[in-house]
Antibody, heavy 122, light 108 residues
Framework: QVQLQESGPGLVKPSETLSLTCPVS?????????WAWIRQPPGKGLEWIGS???????YYNPSLKSRVTISVDTSNNQFSLKLDSVTAADTAVYYC???????????????WGRGTLVIVSS | SSELTQDPAVSVALGQTVRITCQGD??????ASWYQQKPGQAPVLVIY???NRPSGIPDRFSGSSSGNTASLTITGAQAEDEADYYC???????????FGGGTKLTVL
């Protein structure tokens, strides 16, 4: 059974860097698939942040691209998110997920972590 | 604003059929995927591709697409189907991923 679980600080100060990791159990990241970060501000909808392939190719939301870095650590079977220069607008529940894009024109997030709330506040 | 447009709220009587729609230019090319999210929980994939259900998703959930509109249909809605539903696909240029704004489904 494949499981993902976000981990990291629940409180980040404005202008600092938000850092989260997503250890994956039950599946080797280096075997394939893409891995993604998605966030949801309180009371609002879902926003895709970015995705990374098992080999390290990255795809970012243009609205966040200048501040986002997603990386994969195959030795520890996890992937990570860094978001620079955070503001209160970055307060959200952050989810890690597995993104399936094996078939042309058919893409979806089939597995999700439980999510972790990150509050940006001094 | 999202490049995928959903009605903010829809209601259905218990046991009746409801269709939740998602509009966007990318849907003429890409299939949408659909997610159910209940309060305080992570989203759950319910439909992907032409009309595929992951294991464990009841067969009352189905998907379809026509032109620039993708639809999620629940045939015989149950009380436990009350949730927010999100569609997901690409932006109009096919360069990145976007979610619809979400539809809150109320089962009366």
């Amino acid at each position: 059974q494949v499981q993902l679980q976000e981990s990291g600080p629940g409180l980040v100060k404005p202008s600092e860097t938000l850092s989260l990791t997503c250890p994956v159990s039950g599946y080797s990241i280096s075997s394939g698939y893409y891995w993604a970060w998605i966030r949801q501000p309180p009371g609002k909808g879902l926003e895709w942040i970015g995705s990374i392939s098992h080999s390290g190719s990255t795809y970012y939301n243009p609205s966040l691209k200048s501040r986002v870095t997603i990386s994969v650590d195959t030795s520890n079977n996890q992937f990570s998110l860094k978001l620079d220069s955070v503001t209160a607008a970055d307060t959200a529940v952050y989810y890690c997920a597995r993104w399936v894009a094996k078939q042309q024109l058919v893409e979806y997030f089939d597995l999700w972590g439980r999510g972790t709330l990150v509050i940006v506040s001094s | 604003s999202s490049e995928l447009t959903q009605d903010p709220a829809v209601s259905v009587a218990l046991g009746q059929t409801v269709r939740i729609t998602c509009q966007g230019d990318s849907l003429r090319t890409y299939y949408a995927s659909w997610y159910q999210q209940k309060p305080g929980q992570a989203p759950v994939l319910v439909i992907y591709g032409k009309n595929n259900r992951p294991s464990g998703i009841p067969d009352r959930f189905s998907g379809s697409s026509s032109g620039n509109t993708a639809s999620l249909t629940i045939t015989g809605a149950q009380a436990e189907d009350e949730a927010d539903y999100y569609c997901n696909s690409r932006d109009s240029n096919g360069n990145y991923l976007v979610f619809g704004g979400g539809t809150k489904l109320t089962v009366l």
